[in-house]
């Protein structure tokens, strides 16, 4: 069985880091992972500009290469998460200034994906949480920028959204037919059990956090389902998302139950990885 992840992240300030999480994935047969940037004071990146953003950058293309040298196929992706709009509105930055921010980070976004320095932009979307109108909307926009980006680019697109099931898939589906990018490039990152539902009947591909892949998640044969940890890579946060290694450790127990099947296991972790991130199979 080979084993992916198809949306982490990797903190080596703080946590443990793009090498020793690639080593023990690696030896517990996992052949790929999809790191996503987290956003730049998350690093120790605090200032309010762009060249946060180019450190960051910097900080995951590196990471990438220290996973890649454990064998593993690795894309990155890197963008303006809704967290952060939150974050620097609380900071005091006025919307005006966050704007110019904003575009300034997608020339930078432009201009790697130019460079092949990442392989896609994420995580973009709006809040699962609480949060004013004007950041609900601001974060929106933030998004319908980077699915435009990722249609030109034919690149894949890490979606952070709230979990409302019909109206969050069809939402998606709308967005993605008026801007003109396949739902296979629109990723619903940490779909619950019922977007993933609804996901899979607009066609939408979504990754499914191990964390709550139990029998019932587990036993849909899924046609454009992934899976993920979610692992943030921050000691001072337990158990807020699962460990890359904890995925072989959830298939491997359902596959025994017969829940799911040795077929059904490949496509989640490799056809689907495969067909989506454009990357080589093991």
């Known amino acids: 069985m080979f084993y992916s992840d198809a949306h982490l992240h990797v903190n080596p300030m703080k946590g443990l880091g793009a090498d020793r999480i690639s080593k023990k994935f690696k030896s517990k047969g996992g052949w790929f992972i999809s790191i996503v940037s987290l956003p730049p004071y998350h690093y120790g990146f605090n200032e309010v500009n762009v060249e946060s953003y180019k450190k960051t950058l910097d900080l995951i293309t590196r990471e990438a290469v220290k996973a890649k040298e454990h064998e593993l196929e690795v894309v990155k992706f890197i963008g303006f998460h809704p967290a952060e709009i939150d974050n620097y509105y609380k900071l005091g930055v006025k919307a005006d200034k966050l704007l110019k921010l904003i575009d300034e980070v997608f020339k930078l976004i432009e201009q790697a994906l130019r460079d092949n320095l990442i392989d896609g932009i994420g995580e973009v979307g709006r809040q699962h949480y609480g949060t004013s109108p004007e950041r609900l909307v601001f974060s929106e926009s933030v998004m319908i920028r980077a699915l435009m980006l990722a249609r030109d680019y034919d690149v894949p697109?890490?979606?952070?959204?709230?979990?409302?099931?019909?109206?969050?898939?069809?939402?998606?589906?709308?967005?993605?037919?008026?801007?003109?990018?396949?739902?296979?490039?629109?990723?619903?990152?940490?779909?619950?059990?019922?977007?993933?539902?609804?996901?899979?009947?607009?066609?939408?591909v979504f990754t499914a956090p191990v964390k709550y892949f139990d029998e019932k998640y587990a036993s849909n044969k899924w046609k454009h389902c992934m899976m993920e940890s979610d692992f943030i890579d921050d000691p001072s946060r337990p158990g807020v998302s699962a460990y890359p290694w904890e995925i072989p450790e959830v298939i491997d127990k359902l596959v025994e139950k017969q829940v799911l099947s040795e077929e059904q296991a490949y496509r989640i972790l490799v056809d689907n990885v495969v067909k989506t991130f454009k990357v080589k199979p093991p």
């Open 157 to 204: 697109v890490q979606l952070h959204l709230e979990q409302g099931g019909l109206a969050t898939a069809y939402s998606i589906k709308l967005l993605a037919s008026n801007i003109g990018i396949s739902t296979d490039k629109t990723i619903m990152h940490h779909a619950n059990f019922e977007t993933a539902t609804w996901s899979e009947l607009y066609d939408i």
